[in-house]
């Protein structure tokens, strides 16, 4: 994951780290690399800029050029610039307090990981005292619902399916009639998918929230499509008041531009990550922890 940012972040850092004085040229420089890796790592084009021209008004500024230790002074910019692309502090989910039902809402493009990251969540939030009920409201990809029952077993959590209902708002509305009277305190719903955004997914989706009134609308991204998920998540926040996102697959072959482009694209933070295909293999964002890992 982030191999190839991540070594080309590393070669521009062996540049300066070492060196005793830092002029403007030098700055320019490191900068035009860090933006060709921003580039080949599929960041959106606005994000490579806005980090372009942040990072260097803050290098140029006294704090570098008088700096004891130019170089360093230099990375810690891009460390912080990483950072606060990432999202700034690790964002949790806000929920209600145990004793009232909140609801969690799945939205994405199908194949994204949204019935594995609902199952997901639902195991974190038991291992964490809470009492979920997952809500099987992805009717139209045929093995959606029997998927989430497998998994709902697996981790032992409660589900709500009606496969008679070919509804999502009744499905939804019923199901979290069931969750108040199960005294479950956390309803995550998992929504039907497309292959790309159309209006029929964007008129149920909004259809479900009116109905479904979340705490949290999650939007489920694969990382492997690079920017183009931020474009995705931002095509869905004008409809839907998205909270936060779960960006799935990063134990694949990411290259960073989803991660780096989500927050400025859409303003809603990156709150989990997938990191595999089992249930456990799924984690708060800390971006901090993913800055370290590109700078290495
Ligand atoms: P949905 O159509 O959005 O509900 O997507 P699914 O939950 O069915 O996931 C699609 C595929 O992606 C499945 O094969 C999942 O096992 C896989 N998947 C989901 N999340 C992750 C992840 O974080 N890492 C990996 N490697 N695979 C994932």
């Not at 019935?115 to 997952?134: D, E, H, V, Y």
């Not at 709500?160 to 499905?171: A, F, L, S």
């Not at 929230?209 to 926040?237: C, H, I, W, Y």
């Amino acid at each position: 994951m982030f191999e190839n940012i991540s070594r080309r972040f590393q070669d521009v850092i062996k540049t300066v780290s070492g060196k005793a004085t830092i002029s403007d040229k030098n700055i320019e420089e490191a900068v035009e690399q860090i933006k060709l890796a921003l580039l080949d790592a599929d960041v959106n084009l606005r994000v490579v800029r806005r980090f372009v021209n942040q990072t260097i008004e803050e290098a140029k500024g006294e704090k570098v050029l008088r700096s004891v230790s130019p170089g360093q002074q230099f990375i810690k910019i891009v460390n912080d610039k990483l950072i606060h692309f990432l999202g700034d502090e690790k964002q949790d989910l806000q929920l209600k307090g145990p004793d009232t039902l909140s609801v969690v809402l799945l939205a994405g493009l199908q194949g994204s990981g949204k019935t594995t990251s609902a199952a997901k969540l639902a195991n974190l939030l038991k291992k964490q005292g809470r009492k979920p009920i997952l809500i099987a409201a992805d009717l139209v990809r045929p093995a959606a619902i029997d998927q989430l029952e497998t998994l709902a077993a697996a981790i032992g959590v409660a589900i709500y399916t009606d496969r008679e209902n070919n509804n999502p708002v009744k499905v939804v509305k019923a199901g979290l009639k069931e969750a108040k009277k199960g005294l479950y305190d956390v309803a995550i719903i998992d929504t039907a998918g497309r292959h790309q955004v159309d209006d029929a997914l964007m008129g149920e989706i909004e259809a479900v929230a009116k109905e479904a009134k979340p705490d949290e609308v999650l939007f489920v991204a694969d990382a492997m499509t690079g920017q183009s998920a931020a474009d995705v998540a931002k095509a869905f926040k004008e409809r839907i008041d998205i909270t936060g996102v779960i960006l799935t697959k990063f134990d694949s072959d990411t290259r960073g531009g989803a991660a780096l482009s989500i927050k400025t694209i859409t303003k809603a933070p990156i709150k989990f990550i997938g990191v595999g295909e089992k249930t456990e293999d799924f984690e708060p964002f800390y971006p901090d922890r993913i800055a370290s890992r590109i700078l290495g």
